[in-house]
Protein backbone atom coordinates (compact mmCIF):
# COMPACT_ATOMS: atom_id res chain seq x y z
CA UNK A 1 0.00 0.00 0.00
CA UNK A 2 1.36 3.13 -1.17
CA UNK A 3 0.16 5.14 2.51
CA UNK A 4 3.34 6.61 4.50
CA UNK A 5 0.81 6.71 7.94
CA UNK A 6 -2.34 6.02 8.50
CA UNK A 7 -4.61 8.77 7.07
CA UNK A 8 -6.06 11.59 9.29
CA UNK A 9 -9.73 11.78 9.33
CA UNK A 10 -10.77 13.30 6.52
CA UNK A 11 -11.56 15.60 4.42
CA UNK A 12 -8.00 14.86 2.25
CA UNK A 13 -7.12 16.88 -0.68
CA UNK A 14 -4.68 15.29 -2.87
CA UNK A 15 -2.21 16.43 -5.73
CA UNK A 16 -2.65 14.49 -8.71
CA UNK A 17 -0.43 14.64 -11.82
CA UNK A 18 -0.66 11.58 -13.68
CA UNK A 19 -3.57 9.62 -15.08
CA UNK A 20 -6.30 10.64 -11.65
CA UNK A 21 -6.35 14.00 -13.98
CA UNK A 22 -8.21 12.38 -16.19
CA UNK A 23 -11.93 12.49 -14.48
CA UNK A 24 -12.99 9.37 -16.21
CA UNK A 25 -9.96 7.86 -14.24
CA UNK A 26 -11.39 9.20 -11.08
CA UNK A 27 -14.82 8.06 -11.36
CA UNK A 28 -14.36 4.49 -11.98
CA UNK A 29 -12.23 4.32 -8.76
CA UNK A 30 -14.24 6.34 -6.76
CA UNK A 31 -17.61 6.30 -8.18
CA UNK A 32 -18.00 10.01 -8.23
CA UNK A 33 -15.83 13.10 -9.21
CA UNK A 34 -14.92 15.39 -6.52
CA UNK A 35 -14.06 18.81 -7.17
CA UNK A 36 -10.71 19.79 -8.17
CA UNK A 37 -8.40 22.80 -9.07
CA UNK A 38 -5.27 22.96 -11.31
CA UNK A 39 -2.16 23.26 -9.44
CA UNK A 40 1.72 23.27 -9.01
CA UNK A 41 4.11 21.09 -6.63
CA UNK A 42 7.55 22.85 -6.77
CA UNK A 43 10.81 21.26 -6.61
CA UNK A 44 9.68 17.75 -8.43
CA UNK A 45 9.79 16.57 -12.01
CA UNK A 46 7.17 14.21 -13.65
CA UNK A 47 9.35 11.37 -15.26
CA UNK A 48 8.13 8.91 -17.66
CA UNK A 49 9.17 5.28 -16.32
CA UNK A 50 9.93 2.45 -18.67
CA UNK A 51 7.44 -0.29 -19.44
CA UNK A 52 4.62 1.79 -17.92
CA UNK A 53 1.87 4.45 -19.33
CA UNK A 54 1.63 6.16 -16.13
CA UNK A 55 4.61 8.70 -14.59
CA UNK A 56 6.55 9.20 -11.23
CA UNK A 57 7.62 12.16 -9.69
CA UNK A 58 10.43 12.73 -7.75
CA UNK A 59 12.15 16.13 -5.53
CA UNK A 60 14.40 17.91 -8.29
CA UNK A 61 15.41 21.65 -7.64
CA UNK A 62 14.01 24.33 -10.03
CA UNK A 63 11.43 21.94 -11.26
CA UNK A 64 7.85 21.99 -11.55
CA UNK A 65 5.45 19.52 -11.64
CA UNK A 66 1.70 20.69 -12.82
CA UNK A 67 -1.68 18.96 -11.98
CA UNK A 68 -4.55 19.26 -9.96
CA UNK A 69 -5.39 19.19 -6.33
CA UNK A 70 -8.64 16.98 -5.96
CA UNK A 71 -10.49 18.50 -2.68
CA UNK A 72 -12.58 16.53 -0.08
CA UNK A 73 -11.31 12.73 -0.03
CA UNK A 74 -13.51 10.78 2.21
CA UNK A 75 -10.76 8.42 4.16
CA UNK A 76 -11.98 5.28 2.36
CA UNK A 77 -11.53 7.35 -1.07
CA UNK A 78 -8.00 8.11 0.34
CA UNK A 79 -7.84 4.12 0.94
CA UNK A 80 -8.60 3.36 -2.52
CA UNK A 81 -6.62 5.53 -4.08
CA UNK A 82 -3.40 4.36 -1.56
CA UNK A 83 -4.46 1.06 -3.00
CA UNK A 84 -4.38 1.87 -6.33
CA UNK A 85 -0.88 3.64 -6.31
CA UNK A 86 0.21 0.54 -4.59
CA UNK A 87 3.61 0.11 -3.70
CA UNK A 88 5.46 1.88 -6.35
CA UNK A 89 4.47 5.11 -4.62
CA UNK A 90 4.68 6.82 -1.00
CA UNK A 91 1.89 9.11 0.30
CA UNK A 92 3.43 12.12 1.63
CA UNK A 93 2.45 15.94 2.70
CA UNK A 94 3.55 18.71 -0.02
CA UNK A 95 2.68 21.94 -0.12
CA UNK A 96 1.24 23.28 -3.11
CA UNK A 97 0.05 26.57 -5.02
CA UNK A 98 -3.08 26.59 -6.83
CA UNK A 99 -3.00 28.49 -10.13
CA UNK A 100 -6.77 30.06 -9.64
CA UNK A 101 -6.32 31.59 -6.88
CA UNK A 102 -1.96 31.24 -5.86
CA UNK A 103 -3.15 30.35 -2.58
CA UNK A 104 -0.47 27.62 -1.17
CA UNK A 105 -1.86 24.74 0.71
CA UNK A 106 -0.78 21.25 2.18
CA UNK A 107 -2.16 18.46 0.38
CA UNK A 108 -1.12 14.47 -0.36
CA UNK A 109 0.59 13.17 -3.29
CA UNK A 110 2.37 9.76 -4.42
CA UNK A 111 6.12 10.06 -5.06
CA UNK A 112 7.75 6.86 -6.56
CA UNK A 113 9.47 4.86 -3.85
CA UNK A 114 12.56 3.94 -5.72
CA UNK A 115 14.35 7.62 -6.28
CA UNK A 116 17.34 5.61 -7.56
CA UNK A 117 15.56 3.54 -9.99
CA UNK A 118 16.84 3.90 -13.77
CA UNK A 119 13.75 2.64 -15.64
CA UNK A 120 13.09 7.35 -15.22
CA UNK A 121 13.56 9.18 -17.91
CA UNK A 122 12.57 12.43 -19.95
CA UNK A 123 9.22 13.90 -18.88
CA UNK A 124 5.44 12.47 -18.87
CA UNK A 125 3.07 13.99 -21.19
CA UNK A 126 -0.59 14.29 -20.01
CA UNK A 127 -2.14 15.17 -23.22
CA UNK A 128 -0.50 12.10 -24.89
CA UNK A 129 -1.09 10.12 -22.77
CA UNK A 130 -4.67 11.04 -22.91
CA UNK A 131 -4.11 9.88 -26.98
CA UNK A 132 -2.83 7.35 -26.93
CA UNK A 133 -3.17 5.03 -23.48
CA UNK A 134 -6.36 6.23 -21.55
CA UNK A 135 -9.06 3.97 -23.56
CA UNK A 136 -7.10 1.02 -22.39
CA UNK A 137 -5.76 2.31 -18.82
CA UNK A 138 -9.48 2.92 -18.22
CA UNK A 139 -10.54 -0.99 -19.21
CA UNK A 140 -7.15 -1.91 -16.70
CA UNK A 141 -8.75 0.40 -13.99
CA UNK A 142 -11.82 -0.69 -14.12
CA UNK A 143 -10.46 -4.36 -14.08
CA UNK A 144 -8.11 -3.20 -10.12
CA UNK A 145 -11.63 -1.70 -8.94
CA UNK A 146 -13.54 -5.33 -9.63
CA UNK A 147 -10.62 -7.35 -8.04
CA UNK A 148 -10.53 -5.11 -5.39
CA UNK A 149 -14.02 -5.79 -5.01
CA UNK A 150 -13.94 -9.35 -4.27
CA UNK A 151 -14.06 -10.90 -0.60
CA UNK A 152 -10.48 -12.25 0.08
CA UNK A 153 -8.90 -10.69 -2.99
CA UNK A 154 -5.05 -10.28 -3.05
CA UNK A 155 -4.32 -9.03 -6.15
CA UNK A 156 -2.13 -5.38 -6.42
CA UNK A 157 -2.67 -2.76 -8.61
CA UNK A 158 0.70 -3.16 -10.47
CA UNK A 159 0.07 -7.17 -10.63
CA UNK A 160 -3.19 -5.77 -12.37
CA UNK A 161 -1.25 -3.34 -14.71
CA UNK A 162 1.20 -6.17 -15.71
CA UNK A 163 -1.44 -9.15 -16.27
CA UNK A 164 -3.48 -6.70 -18.36
CA UNK A 165 -0.95 -5.08 -20.41
CA UNK A 166 1.13 -7.74 -21.04
CA UNK A 167 -1.42 -10.25 -21.47
CA UNK A 168 -2.36 -7.41 -24.96
CA UNK A 169 1.15 -7.03 -25.63
CA UNK A 170 1.71 -11.03 -25.96
CA UNK A 171 -1.72 -11.29 -28.04
CA UNK A 172 -0.41 -8.51 -30.42
CA UNK A 173 2.54 -10.44 -31.18
CA UNK A 174 0.99 -13.49 -32.76
Do not use: C
Not at 29 to 35: A, N
Not at 125 to 138: G, K, P, S, V
Amino acid sequence: MAAAMSPAVGPHNVFVYGSLMADEVVHVLLTRVPPSSPALLPNFHRFSVKGRVYPAILPVENKTVSGKVIKGLTDDELVILDNFEDVEYVRTSVEISLLDTSEKMVAETYIWSNADDPDLYGEWDFEEWQRLHMTDFLAMTKGFMDVLGEPDSTQTRVETYESFYYKEDSSSDV
